[in-house]
């Protein structure tokens, strides 16, 4: 057993601030990967009796729960998969191939957002899309810092004049106090306004459904913003407090926004392959859907 590993089971109340989630939903998320763990196995058993497959490398003995806490530790600490691997007594290649194995099952355990999670069934999406525009949805962007791309069009296609460096921009739908992230559009080029990523998420959308945005949405079709000062104008006393009440109905984004960059990978310069950027973030989506209580995992 690893020292971190016997430290949380000493320590339960200290596990959301080594991995994010609480003890309890570590313990969950444990049964529910080891059951995707042995289908994987199973599959790959009787894939090595019909076809002639050669495993290269070295086996890895770790038991699945060291390895999902090996993931647990990478998106939540961000630290060198060197680091990391010494902590669990592996090296950083093996460390490597844990995260990569176990990223595609929390991203099959944990779906992003609600629309992502019922789309597979076509009535059940309607019927969500329904429900929905009974509330006003909030909407935000959010932009990550990457390493500059060696191509120099590409690295000005991704260059943002607002953070002043070469940036890929997430925006989030989410319910009404933030209870859970009803959509989510990952890795837009930070250039892109938000305006123009939000119209393409509307598309998932019924066309009653009503937004709510900050002023980088002025001008967009069933959102409302705040009222926005007039050229060499102030506004009035009435318009501020709007304002002001406005931005208080709107702030839990900004507070689920908050949780998401508490993984440190998703606030941080992102240093992996940008192919694999989507996949990444959607995985600290559903950590934070489950961190929060919107979502359950299968038992």
Known sequence: MSVILKHIEDHPDLTPRLVGITYEQLQDLWRAADIVHLQKKAYAERLKTTKNVKRAGRKITLPIQEQILITLLYLYQHPSFLYVGAQFGVCESTANTIFWYCLPILNELLPPSILEQVKKKVGDLEVVQEILTVHELTVDSTEQPI???????????????????????????????????????????????????????????????????????????????????????????????????FSSNRIFVEHLIRRLKNFRIAAERFRLRRSNYESVISSVCGLVRLRIGALILPT
């Open 147 to 245: 390493e500059r791309p060696t191509d120099n069009e590409e690295q000005k296609e991704h260059f943002s004049g607002k953070k002043k460096t070469h940036t890929l921009k997430n925006q989030v739908i989410v319910l009404p106090k933030g209870e859970d992230i009803v959509d989510i559009k990952i890795g837009k080029k930070g250039p892109v306004s938000d305006i123009k990523i939000f119209k393409e998420q509307q598309k998932k959308f019924d066309p009653n459904q009503k937004f709510k945005g900050d002023k980088a949405y002025v001008g967009g079709f069933q959102i409302s913003t705040p009222h926005k000062k007039p050229k060499n104008q102030e506004l009035s006393l009435e318009h501020k407090e709007e304002n002001k009440v």
